[in-house]
């Protein structure tokens, strides 16, 4: 199922083949809870996981990671932690993984399942708006929620080469912006396409 999953990806346009052999090598069932999901796990779609957030349906998934263009020990900020599988994904690509969620609920199970799974990110619970500027600054940054603008703390915490890569706009539909820190203060932004997130909260820690 998971190779079938590879072969939907790339057909879609998905070139990386480091992403899609990460997207091959994580059991995608393992962070869906509900198990009237389960036979659907390796289709690609998103699912509820509680506290009103998804599970990205892959294709997002390996098109946000292919934007970061990674390389293993890379210092890598994600905001919005939820089921973990986007979390599994950065770190099987061998990078220094940070990721925060607001929802506790959220927070606590899937650092759980991370570690039961083997995985060793750092995981927050708190506002991803601030971002984490004691463990900064980052090579990579990615936001896997809709952002109703970009955070000017996320922007601070990019190392000069770094990139952002974020969903921005306040309406069902969000567009894919991909951020490079040029020089301080300075970013490149590139626009990859239309996308539909959860929204990004700000001062809504629970």
């Known amino acids: 199922m998971r190779k079938r999953l590879v072969d939907v990806l790339r057909n879609k346009g998905i070139k990386d083949q480091r992403v899609l052999d990460a997207i091959s090598r994580i059991a995608r069932h393992q962070f869906i809870d509900d198990s009237a999901f389960m036979e659907l796990a390796y289709q690609d ?3 509820p996981i509680g506290c009103g957030q998804t599970i990205s349906q892959p294709y997002t998934v390996a098109f946000q990671t292919e934007l970061l263009e990674l390389r293993p020990r ?3 900020l994600e905001i919005g932690t939820g089921s973990g599988y986007q979390t599994a994904v950065l770190c099987s690509l061998e990078c220094k993984v940070f990721s925060i ?7 606590l199970r899937t650092k759980e399942r991370l570690s039961q799974m083997g995985y060793r990110p750092t995981l927050s619970h708190g506002d991803g708006f601030k971002g984490l500027p004691k463990e900064g600054p ?6 896997t929620c809709g952002a109703p603008w970009v955070p000017e703390d996320l922007l601070g915490q990019l190392k000069v080469g770094g990139v952002l890569v974020i969903p921005v706009g306040e309406g069902d539909e969000q567009r894919m912006l991909r951020m490079e820190r040029t ?3 300075t970013f490149r932004t590139d626009d990859r ?4 997130f959860v929204p990004m909260l700000q001062d809504k820690v629970g």
């Not at 980052?138 to 936001?143: E, G, H, K, P």
């Open 45 to 47: 779609i998103a699912f």
């Open 74 to 76: 890379m210092k890598v």
């Open 101 to 107: 969620e607001r929802h506790k609920p959220l927070y």
């Open 138 to 143: 980052f090579d990579r940054v990615l936001v």
């Open 183 to 185: 020089e301080a203060g």
């Open 193 to 196: 396409g239309a996308f539909r």
